[in-house]
Every structure is written in structure tokens, then in C-alpha cells.
């Protein structure tokens, strides 16, 4: 039974979809105005297992993730690299896609863009204006009126008496209310706009989600997702003006990921002290960077530094080791996942997931099955078929990994990997080979002195051979 903590009601709650033969999720996807950070890495990769988790308990899955193309940002990066703001939206939307390929995901199946949804934002806004919920400013914007929804605040927990008691509010002579937010903003010189009832302008961020969302999966949908730092004010203002507009609930379940640390310290653009998703991909590999943000719960603070990614490449290593030693390739994990018996482990590793989509338990479950696996290659035929078998407990490894979206790759071609995309990969595969090769035929002829320099001069390059049933394997360490 899969439970899911709901920002909305505070508390983990029995998942009951609207309609069990189709789901519906909701994301809020990436402002493209610049590469993409650790942080942006995190929401992609936990959004990306959440929907994997839910097609393979069986659901039918629609995932939808936006695109913000075009916002302040955007179009003042533009006009400094003198460019189009479309042009500079399609580079970045472009290093996105691959970015979070390095990193395993799956591509959404929807991917909206603001500037494709402009009929169905005006069609939203006057929705709100003929309802009482927005008004025009002649000659500047249109505004959502907060007062005009009571229950403003319900998601964050941030009421607008507080709001205007507690926090320094910047006075705009045209707002009826200094907390009311922008849905439509008048042209300025030189910016992108459009053509609308209230001339020409663009929408505002907020209510480029909240059209986005209706138009792709409806007024009403089961999950909405994004990082922690969007409860207040993005999605409180999607809530107020979806809900103003359409009289009905938004989004049943609201997820909402954990902020990610630099060595203990919060990390933001704004501070500049943030790490690109290609910045760390030169030193670590796309899945031990997905294996370290799925070694914490989603909800929990990340916390990004050397130490952390080691300890992730050590862990994944060890996963692949197992994997290894129990003779598995790609093929026949393939061959044999769709008919894999159900274990002990299986149940685990589901209800792991099934309790809020624990993934550091669910990895708990990784290491245990490892573990009997590696006594299994001891002790057994690794291509014997038993359910104690390290065949078959190899292909239940492999297997939950996909739910993951590690342990995909080939074993013994990941443990002969370097590191990341900078990283000295010391002597090529070839050259390793072939000072096997040598030291098996110095093995042959009982030259050990040979032997045992060739394996030390590979141990200093960082390669580690193993000797069993007569064959010489490697790996780097």
C-alpha cells in the first residue's frame, strides 16, 4: 500500500488516484536560463523514480514537467549575450536533456513550454477577472487579488495577516493589496510580449504552471511535485488562482523534495556557491551522482562534498562487485528480469518505496541482497537457477535496480570505468589486458617474480586483478 507525505495535510497519506488507470503528475520543470545545477539534479532524479516506482506497482503513468522559456532572467541573459531569449532557451533546454540523460532519467512524457500555452494562460486569467479573482491595472499589469481567496495559505502555512505583520513587502501604488502577485505583465521596452485583452505583456511565472498543469492533465490531477523552496509563493499561487478559477481541488498530493548543501551550507546561485550538473559530472559518473541524491530521502536536506560522492561511488562499486563475481551480463539480466522469482528482497525493496518512496531503505534492501549474493558466487553454480542461486539473486539485484534507475549498465565494463569525464584513466583496457596477458604466461611458466611485479605495477595504476576458477578479472579502483 503506497503512502506519500502530503505537504498539503502535513502528514503520509494512503495514495487513493482519482482515476487508477491513469495517473496524473505534475512538476515544475527548469527555468532555462543557464545550466543546471546539483539542486536541479535532485528534483529531476527523485521525480523520475517516483514515476518509475509508480509504472512498475502497475499504474499508468502521465508525467508531465514544464519548461519556464521565457522570464526576467531569461530575457536579461539575452540581451547581454546579445541574442534572442528564444535562442538562449533552446541552448539551455538542449544541456538540460543531457544532463539529465548522464544522470539516468527517463524522459517525461509531456514537457510543456510557457510560450507554446499563451491562448490557454489569457484564457485563465479572464477566467479569473470575470470570477472576481484578478484585476487590470490600465496601462500596467493584471493582478491576482489574494483577499478574494480564503483559504490563501493552506499548502505553506503562511496566512496573509502574518505575511503583512511579519515581512517587509515592497509597496506597489497599483496592487489593491501588496501581496497580490502578477499574472499578466505589461510590455516593456525591447522584451518579448504578446498580444492580449489587456495589451500587449507576458504572464507571469505563477500562472504559466497552474495553465500548464489544466491543459495537460486537467483541472483536478493526483500529484504535484517540485523542490521545497517552491511551496511559498509558487505553489500557494497556483492553489489560489487554479482553485479561484475552476471551484475545484488543484492537485491531491503535493511532494515537495529537500534543499541541497555545500559542505553544510546552503547552496544557491545567489550565492555562488553551486556546482553545474556538468561541473560534476567531469569527476563522478551520471549514476553514482543519481546513486548519492537516492541515498537520502527526498525530503531530507542533501548535503553535496567529496566525502558524500565517495562514499556513493564506494557504495555503487560495491553493488557492481556483486554483480561481477556472479557472472551476470546485461543479456541474460534481460533475458530473465521479466520471470525473475519474487523474494524476501522483492518484498523489502517495494515496501521500502511503498512507505513515501524511501529510497535510502530501499538501497538498505541493495546491500543485503549484495551480500548474500556474494555468498552465493562462493558457494554455488553462479548460473545455476535456484531461488538461492547467485544467478537468480543477481537478476533480483538487477531488477530492483531498474526501479531505481541504477545498476543498468554492464558489470564488468562499469567496474573497468575511471571516474567521471575528467578523471585519469590511467592505462588504457587494451594495455591492461595485455600485461594480463604477460602475467599469465609468466603464471604459466611458475615465474612468480613476474607475476607479482605486473599485478604491483597494476595495483599502482589503480587496477585491481582477481584470480578465480582459473580466469584473471579487473577492476579500477
Given amino acids: 500500500m503506497l503512502t506519500i ?71 536579461n541573459r539575452a540581451l547581454t549575450n546579445n541574442e534572442t531569449f528564444t535562442e538562449l532557451a533552446e541552448r539551455y533546454v538542449v544541456a538540460m536533456h543531457e544532463d539529465e540523460k548522464a544522470l539516468g ?14 491562448p490557454q494562460i489569457l484564457n485563465l486569467i479572464n477566467q479569473l477577472i470575470d470570477a472576481g479573482h484578478a484585476y487590470h491595472v ?23 495577516e502574518e505575511l503583512r505583520a511579519g515581512e517587509r513587502i515592497a509597496v506597489d501604488k497599483n496592487k489593491q493589496d501588496p501581496l497580490d502577485f502578477v499574472l499578466w505583465k505589461a510590455a516593456k521596452r525591447d522584451e518579448p510580449h504578446w498580444d492580449s485583452p489587456w495589451g500587449p505583456g507576458r504572464p507571469g511565472w505563477h500562472i504559466e504552471c497552474s495553465a500548464m498543469a489544466a491543459e495537460n492533465l486537467g483541472n483536478h490531477f493526483d500529484i504535484h511535485g517540485g523542490g521545497m523552496d517552491l511551496q511559498f509563493p509558487h505553489h500557494e499561487n497556483e492553489i489560489a488562482q487554479s482553485e479561484c478559477a475552476n471551484r475545484e481541488t488543484f492537485a491531491n498530493y503535493w511532494m515537495h523534495n529537500g534543499l541541497v548543501r555545500l559542505d553544510d551550507e546552503k547552496m544557491s546561485k545567489s550565492l555562488g556557491n553551486f556546482f553545474t550538473i556538468r561541473d560534476v559530472l567531469q569527476l563522478y559518473h551520471g549514476e553514482e551522482i543519481r546513486f548519492f541524491i537516492l541515498s537520502s530521502h527526498y525530503r531530507s536536506p542533501l548535503n ?37 522469482p519474487e523474494s524476501r528482497w522483492t518484498t523489502d525493496f517495494i515496501a521500502a518505496l511503498d512507505d513515501d518512496f524511501n529510497t535510502p531503505e530501499a538501497i538498505a534492501v541493495l546491500f543485503a541482497l549484495a551480500t548474500a549474493l556474494n555468498k552465493a558466487s562462493d558457494s554455488t553454480d553462479a548460473q545455476s537457477s535456484g531461488p538461492d542461486s547467485a544467478y537468480t ?67 599502482d595504476a589503480g587496477v585491481v586483478l582477481e584470480d578465480k576458477n582459473g580466469k584473471t578479472t579487473w577492476r579500477r579502483q
Avoid at 138 to 160: E, H, M, Q, W
Avoid at 311 to 336: H, I
Fill in 5 to 75: 507525505y502530503n505537504t498539503l495535510s502535513k502528514k503520509k497519506q494512503v495514495f487513493t488516484p482519482i482515476n487508477p488507470e491513469k495517473i496524473g503528475m505534475y512538476v515544475c520543470g527548469m527555468t532555462v536560463y543557464d545550466h543546471c545545477h546539483i539542486g536541479h539534479a535532485r528534483v529531476l532524479v527523485v521525480f523520475d523514480t517516483v514515476a518509475r516506482h509508480l509504472r512498475a506497482s502497475g499504474y499508468d503513468v502521465m508525467y508531465v514537467r514544464n519548461i519556464t522559456d521565457v522570464d526576467d532572467k531569461i530575457i
Fill in 105 to 118: 532519467n527517463l524522459s517525461p512524457d509531456l514537457e510543456p513550454r510557457a510560450t507554446e500555452n499563451i
Fill in 138 to 160: 490600465p496601462g500596467s499589469d493584471v493582478y491576482f487579488a489574494i483577499n478574494t481567496c480564503p483559504d490563501y495559505g493552506k499548502l505553506s502555512g503562511r496566512r496573509p
Fill in 304 to 340: 553535496y562534498s567529496t566525502d558524500q560522492m565517495q562514499q556513493a561511488r564506494a557504495g555503487l562499486r560495491r553493488l557492481y562487485t556483486a554483480l561481477a563475481q556472479a557472472g551476470l551480463s546485461n543479456d541474460d539480466a534481460q533475458t530473465q528480469s521479466r520471470s525473475a
Fill in 393 to 459: 539473486l543477481a537478476v533480483n539485484l538487477k531488477t530492483l535496480g531498474q526501479r531505481l534507475g541504477i545498476l543498468q549498465q554492464n558489470p564488468d565494463d562499469w567496474l573497468k570505468q575511471a571516474g567521471g569525464e575528467s578523471a585519469d584513466a590511467g592505462p588504457s583496457d587494451s594495455e591492461i589486458d595485455a600485461l594480463i596477458a604477460q602475467r599469465s604466461e609468466a603464471r604459466e611458466q611458475k615465474d612468480w617474480a613476474a607475476s607479482d611485479r605486473i599485478r604491483d605495477e597494476l595495483a
